[in-house]
């Protein structure tokens, strides 16, 4: 970009690729000095942290590139590879959605603000190039926005099939005890596998005690709360009689706010006493050996 | 086709041999409580092992019936309920509230006898 700016006499261009191919000969030409007005901007408004600078400046160059390319081409295509390969490298470092958007939106702006200096001298030019600019500006960042989204979608899909296939073991501690240990959210799909898996157990291993760990479940709102009664009630369905440890007491206070019932759950305060509870149940005695201590 | 109940000591063994219309259920109700009073049975155990459904009239008959032989100083336990059907009751809000249940028949006897003790 020229610092004084001086307004070129040009042939007025006769159409918008026209327009835009001399847009892209602008942005060719200026190349360095845009791109490093841009991550100077981009550091200025703290975008990107995680990044050290050559990074965001090795990214700047790419998307810079490609940007060009894309007002050039008229294509998104590569531009969508190469945003959804950005994505995944720079998801796992905690990029947000409001950085990615902002960085593409301040590419937009700086180059519509080197335009208007290129421009300034005849406005009617500027306006056509304005014209022809800023649908293609807008399609980018769109493009950008929605890889970034997708490819962050798509993670945390893979995440919650990876939670779960994390299955849920439904172990025999004793002849005819089964212990369950719950281990994250208890959504609903998720509580018809287990309740279903432990059903399954029961009449596999005849059981007559279970015991629900659910240490392992950050936080139990009302939806997971019936869950847990319904596969209770399902379970002395089968005759098998279920003791539900490791309620924290946050998680008893808010079971108790907002109202749900519970009467029907024995519950008992850790999985040491719950095994306790269900081998007195079962008739078992444990004797410690003098000795053996 | 009737329900064969079968008298086993002290208790009453009435085993469901294929998926009941509400007619013949009613008429299971009838005979076990005509048994019950006649034999002076202490226990009576209902296995419905093979029904791989359980609606709303079945659930409550077998309430009613509970009650029933209760007040005719007989204790009744469910027994042989498959996963798939515990599963569906419990989503349709059928708990069998007040009604005993066992595994299976093995397990409901040894209950009752659990209980004369």
């Given at each position: 970009m020229s610092s004084k700016p001086k307004p070129l006499p040009q042939p007025?261009?006769?159409s918008t690729a026209a327009l835009l191919r001399e847009l892209v000969a602008h942005l060719r030409e200026n190349r360095i000095q845009l791109r490093e007005e841009w991550v100077r901007r981009i550091t200025e408004s703290k975008l990107?942290?995680?990044?050290t600078r050559e990074e965001i400046f090795a990214e700047a160059t790419s998307v810079y590139d490609n940007y060009v390319e894309v007002l050039e081409t008229g294509s998104v295509e590569a531009l969508q590879t190469y945003a959804r390969n950005l994505s995944e490298r720079i998801i796992p470092r905690g990029v947000e959605t409001h950085e990615v958007v902002g960085i593409v939106l301040l590419l937009r702006d700086v180059l519509a603000r080197s335009l208007f200096r290129k421009y300034q001298g005849d406005f009617e030019l500027l306006n056509r190039v304005l014209d022809a600019y800023e649908p293609a500006a807008n399609r980018i960042a769109n493009t950008v926005a929605v890889s970034f989204v997708e490819e962050r979608e798509r993670t945390i899909r893979l995440q919650q099939e990876a939670i779960r296939e994390l299955s849920t073991p439904v172990l025999?501690?004793?002849?005819r005890m089964l212990i369950l240990p719950i281990i994250g959210v208890l959504d609903s799909q998720r509580a018809r596998q287990l309740t279903e898996q432990l059903l399954r157990g029961i009449r596999a291993n005849r059981a007559k005690v279970v015991v629900i760990d659910?240490?392992?479940?950050?936080s139990v709102d009302s939806t997971a709360a019936n869950h847990l009664v319904q596969t209770v009630e399902a379970s002395r369905l089968m005759g098998a009689r279920v003791i539900v440890t490791g309620l924290s007491s946050e998680v008893a206070q808010t079971l108790v706010t907002i109202g749900v019932?519970?009467?029907?759950i024995n519950a008992v305060g850790d999985l040491q006493s719950g095994m306790e509870e269900a081998e007195r149940l079962l008739g078992y005695r444990v004797i410690l050996e003098e000795s053996a201590a | 086709m009737r329900v064969p109940i079968l008298k086993q000591g002290e208790y009453l063994i009435a085993s469901i041999q294929s998926a009941l219309t509400d007619q013949e259920l009613s008429q299971l109700k009838d005979d076990l409580l005509d048994h019950a009073g006649r034999t002076r049975a202490r226990g009576v155990v209902v296995d419905?092992?093979?029904?791989d459904v359980m609606d709303s009239f079945a659930a409550r008959t077998l309430r009613s019936l509970a009650h029933m032989l209760d007040l005719l100083g007989a204790a009744t336990v469910v027994v042989g309920i498959q996963p798939e059907v515990a599963f569906a009751m419990v989503q349709l809000g059928?708990?069998?509230?007040?009604v005993s249940t066992a595994l299976d028949l093995e397990e409901g006897l040894a209950f009752l006898q659990a209980k004369a003790a």
């Open positions: 007025p261009p006769e990107l942290t995680a990044m025999q501690v004793r002849e659910i240490t392992g479940v950050p019932e519970l009467g029907k | 419905v092992t093979v029904l059928l708990t069998l509230e007040g």
